[in-house]
C-alpha cells in the first residue's frame, strides 16, 4: 500500500499544532505548582496526560511530512554582551 504524503501547507500547520501543544503541556505542568484547589490540579493533570497522547498521535503524522530540515553545520557565533563569544 502506498503511504500518502502531506501538502507542505498541512505540513506546516501540523508542524504549528505539534508546537502549540508542547507549549500547552509545558505551560500546564508549570502551572499545577501554582493551582491550590485540588479539583483544578487534578484537571490540569488530566490535560497533560491526555495532550501527551495527542502528541504523540500528531508527531506520528508529521512523519508523513514530503521535507525534512537539515540541521545546519555552520551556526551562528553567539553575541554575548555585545561581544561575539565561542560556543563551548
Request: charged share 25%.
Amino acid at each position: 500500500m502506498n503511504q500518502q504524503h502531506l501538502a507542505a501547507h498541512e505540513s506546516l500547520d501540523l508542524h504549528e499544532a505539534i508546537n502549540f501543544k508542547t507549549l500547552c503541556i509545558a505551560k500546564s505542568k508549570l502551572m499545577q505548582g501554582l493551582a491550590f484547589d485540588d479539583d483544578l490540579r487534578n484537571l490540569m493533570k488530566k490535560d497533560v496526560t491526555q495532550s501527551i497522547q495527542d502528541l504523540t498521535e500528531l508527531q506520528s503524522l508529521y512523519e508523513r511530512a514530503p521535507f525534512q530540515a537539515p540541521v545546519p553545520q555552520n551556526r551562528p557565533t553567539p553575541i554575548i554582551n555585545g561581544k561575539e563569544g565561542t560556543i563551548q
